[in-house]
């Protein structure tokens, strides 16, 4: 609040947009097979949520990653665990 305040006293309060929009956090959603991790996938493409990593094996699992309407990462996640 205080911030806000003091540009408020150097600007414009119009001229107070955010630079940064989205992107800053990742939300985790776990899956109980590497199928579900797919349907996930395909139901998410169809509703038209971005994708930004499409299904793949990495070190930590099973996963894909799509971009909530601000650019946040919503990860899901197929984890073995014998991984």
């Avoid at 990742?26 to 499409?54: K, P, T």
């Amino acid at each position: 609040m205080l911030r806000a305040v003091l540009w408020a006293a150097v600007l414009n309060a119009s001229e107070l947009t955010a630079v940064v929009t989205g992107g800053g956090a990742e939300l985790g959603f776990s899956a109980h097979d590497e199928a579900a991790v797919n349907g996930m996938h395909d139901d998410w493409r169809a509703r038209g949520i971005a994708i930004a990593q499409s299904p793949t094996q990495t070190d930590f699992g099973y996963t894909f990653v799509g971009l909530d309407p601000d650019g946040h990462r919503l990860r899901v996640l197929f984890a073995p665990s014998d991984l």
